[in-house]
C-alpha cells in the first residue's frame, strides 16, 4: 500500500466509520483442546486502520483466539476466519522475544524473509531487515547476538522482525509483558509511532494486553474475553483523540475508559 | 592481559598438586621400598616408555577416533529419521534401548568372531558405545524447539526443510556436544575393550600382555595413555563447542 493511499483510507474511516473496511474477521469461531472447550462462538471484525485492545483472564484464550487470526489453528465446524485478500500479510509479536540465539539481529529480522517462497534476494531482504531495525531504533545493533541485547531491545527486535515482512496487519501477544515498567510505557509510544508511520505498510493492530491502562492509552476499541470457554463479552470503544500521545492519561476520557473497563473486569 | 594471567594461576593449581601427588607416590614407592610388580614407581613408569608405546596409542586413538565419528553420523542421522517418523521412532526405539543394554563386554567377542582381530571389531565396539548417547540426545535436541519458534516458521511458510536446517539442528547443537563429550571416554572404552579380547597392537592388547608378564610399569604406561587420549578427545569437543555455541556459557561438564 503506498502513503497516498494509506492515507486517503485513512481520511475515508475517519469520515464514514459506518462504513469501514474489514481486513480480518473472526465469525462464530469456537475451539476446544482435547474436550475441554476453550473459545465459545468469537466473532470479531478487524478494521483498516485501527489499534485493538484484547483484554481478559488469562487462560481464557486471548492467543489462541490470535492464533486463530494467524490461521496456524482452525475454528471447529461453523465458524470462519476471512481475510480481506487472500494475500493478506499477517506479521506476529510473541510475548517472548523468540529470536534464534545463534542469529545476529539482523539475520533474525532477515529470517522470515528469507523463508517459504523466497520473496526476496539476499541483498534486499538486508535492506529490508536493516530499515526495518532503524525504525524500533536497533541500527547500532545489527551484528548483536539476541544473548548481547536487553530485554526491551530483544522485544524491539521482534517487533522489526514482524515488520520487515511489511504486514498489513500486526498481532501482538503481551508483546511488552516481561517488561519492566518505564521500558513497557517507552515501547508502547514508539509502538504507535510506527503504526502511524507512513513507512510502514502496517494498517491495523491486534494486541492481547492483561493491562487496562495500556489498552484504553493505545487502542480504539477494547475488546474484553470472559473467562474460558471464553467469548467477546463487550467491545468498548476508546474515544481518545489520535494520534495517542504521552499524558493523554491526563484526559479525562481516559480516566472514564479505564474506570469502564474495570467495572466490566469485575463483570466477568 | 588479566584475563591471561587469572588462566594461568587457574592452571597452576591441578599442576602443582599433580606434581606433588607424583612426588608423594615416588617417595612412597622407594621409602616403603614397594615391589615394582605391585606399584611402580613414577620414575619406573616413564623409563618403560619406548617406542612402541606411541604407536599403540596411535592404533587405539585411530580405532577410536573412527568409531566415534562413525557412531556420532549414523546416531544423528538415526535421530533425525525418529523425529520426523513417529512409527519408526516407535518401533525402533526399544531396539537402541536393547542395545544399550546389552553389555558390551558380553558382545566384544562376538564382533570380533565375525569381524577378526583387525581394525574394524575396535571401531565396531566404540561405535557400539558411543551410539546410544548421541541417539538419544539429538531426539531431545531435535525436539527442543520452543513451540512459538515453530510458530514463527509456520507463520512464514518455512517448509520441513528449513524448520529442520534453520531451527531444529542449531537447537539441537547444545544437546550434541553433551553426547559427544560423554562419548570421547567412551569410544576409548569401547576400543580398548575390543583389544582385549582379540588384537596384536593397540593399548587394550599392551595391558593385557603386560599383565600376562607382571610388567606392571609398562602396564602402568598404557594405563595412563589411555587415559591422555581420552582426555585429549574431551579437550578438543570442548575447544570446539566452545567455537560452535558461542550463545551460551556451558559450565556443565
Ligand atoms: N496447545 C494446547 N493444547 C491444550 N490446551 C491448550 C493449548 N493451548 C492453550 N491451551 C489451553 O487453552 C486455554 C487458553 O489458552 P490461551 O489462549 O493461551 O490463554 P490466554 O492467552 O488468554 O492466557 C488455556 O486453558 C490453555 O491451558
Ligand atoms: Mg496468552
Known amino acids: 500500500m503506498t502513503t497516498a493511499m494509506k492515507e486517503q483510507m485513512d481520511s475515508a474511516s475517519v469520515q464514514n466509520p459506518g462504513t469501514r473496511e ?33 483484554l ?37 509479536v510473541f510475548q517472548k522475544p523468540v529470536l534464534m540465539p545463534w542469529l545476529s539481529a539482523l539475520q533474525n529480522v532477515m529470517l522470515p524473509l528469507e523463508l517459504g ?49 511489511d504486514p498489513t496487519v500486526l498481532l501482538m501477544d503481551e508483546p511488552f509483558g516481561a517488561l519492566d515498567e518505564l521500558t513497557r510505557e517507552k515501547l508502547n509510544f514508539e509502538l504507535l509511532r510506527l503504526w502511524e508511520s507512513p513507512e510502514t505498510s502496517l494498517s491495523s493492530i491486534v494486541m492481547v494486553t492483561h493491562s487496562i491502562h495500556e489498552s484504553a492509552l493505545l487502542s480504539d476499541r477494547v475488546v474484553m474475553m470472559s473467562p474460558r470457554p471464553a467469548g467477546v463479552t463487550d467491545i468498548i470503544p476508546v474515544a481518545l483523540p489520535s494520534p495517542r500521545e504521552a499524558g493523554m492519561e491526563e484526559l479525562p476520557e481516559f480516566h472514564r475508559t479505564v474506570k469502564e473497563l474495570r467495572k466490566r473486569v469485575k463483570h466477568l | 592481559m588479566t584475563a591471561m594471567t587469572a588462566r594461568i594461576k587457574d592452571s597452576l593449581y591441578p599442576v602443582t598438586f599433580a606434581l606433588g601427588f607424583l612426588l608423594l607416590w615416588e617417595l612412597a614407592v622407594r621409602l616403603l621400598s614397594v615391589p615394582m610388580y605391585l606399584l ?23 580405532e577410536s577416533l573412527t568409531g566415534f565419528i562413525l557412531a556420532n553420523i549414523l546416531g544423528l542421522a538415526t535421530a533425525v529419521i525418529f523425529v520426523h517418523s513417529k512409527p519408526i521412532e516407535k518401533g525402533m526405539f526399544p531396539l537402541a534401548i536393547a542395545l544399550k543394554t546389552t553389555p558390551l563386554v558380553a558382545l566384544a567377542p562376538l564382533l570380533v568372531v565375525w569381524m577378526g582381530t ?37 507463520t512464514y511458510k518455512g517448509t520441513k526443510s528449513e524448520i529442520f536446517w534453520k531451527l531444529r539442528l542449531p537447537t539441537s547443537l547444545p544437546y550434541i556436544f553433551s553426547a559427544l563429550k560423554i562419548s570421547t571416554s567412551l569410544a576409548i572404552v569401547g576400543a580398548i575393550v575390543g583389544e582385549f579380547v582379540g588384537a596384536n597392537k593397540g593399548l587394550g592388547y599392551v595391558v593385557l600382555v603386560s599383565s600376562y608378564h607382571m610388567d606392571t610399569p609398562v602396564m602402568f604406561s598404557a594405563i595412563i595413555a589411555s587415559a591422555l587420549c581420552g582426555l585429549l578427545l574431551f579437550w ?16 556443565d561438564l
Not at chain 2, 561405535?127 to 513451540?147: D, H, Q, R, T, W
Not at chain 2, 575447544?239 to 556451558?250: A, G, H
Open chain 1, 22 to 54: 474489514t481486513m480480518l474477521s473472526l465469525r462464530n469461531c469456537s475451539l476446544s483442546f482435547g474436550n475441554v472447550p476453550v473459545l465459545d462462538k468469537v466473532s470479531l471484525d478487524v478494521y483498516r486502520n485501527e489499534f485493538i485492545s484484547i
Open chain 1, 56 to 92: 481478559g483472564p488469562s487462560g481464557c484464550g486471548k492467543s489462541t483466539t490470535l492464533r486463530l487470526m494467524l490461521r496456524l489453528l482452525s475454528p471447529e465446524a461453523g465458524g470462519e476466519v476471512a481475510y480481506s485478500s487472500p494475500d493478506l500479510s499477517l506479521g506476529m
Open chain 1, 117 to 165: 517462497e523466497k520473496k526476496f534476494s539476499k541483498g534486499e531482504a538486508r535492506d529490508k531487515a536493516e530499515s526495518a531495525l532503524r525504525l524500533v531504533g536497533l541500527q547500532d545493533y545489527l551484528n548483536h547476538f539476541p544473548h548481547q541485547l536487553s530485554g526491551g531491545m530483544q522485544q524491539r527486535a521482534a517487533i522489526a522482525r514482524a515488520l520487515a515482512a
Open chain 2, 40 to 62: 611402580p614407581a613414577p620414575t619406573q613408569v616413564v623409563s618403560a616408555i619406548d617406542g612402541s608405546l606411541w604407536s599403540h596409542t596411535l592404533v587405539t586413538l585411530g
Open chain 2, 118 to 154: 583387525g581394525y574394524t571389531s575396535k571401531v565396531i565396539a566404540s561405535m557400539l558405545i558411543c551410539f546410544f548417547p548421541i541417539l538419544v540426545n539429538s531426539v531431545k535436541g531435535l525436539k527442543a524447539i520452543e513451540y512459538e519458534a515453530w510458530e514463527l516458521f509456520s
Open chain 2, 236 to 251: 578438543c569437543i570442548g575447544l570446539l563447542e566452545k567455537k560452535v555455541i558461542f550463545w551460551t556459557r556451558s559450565e
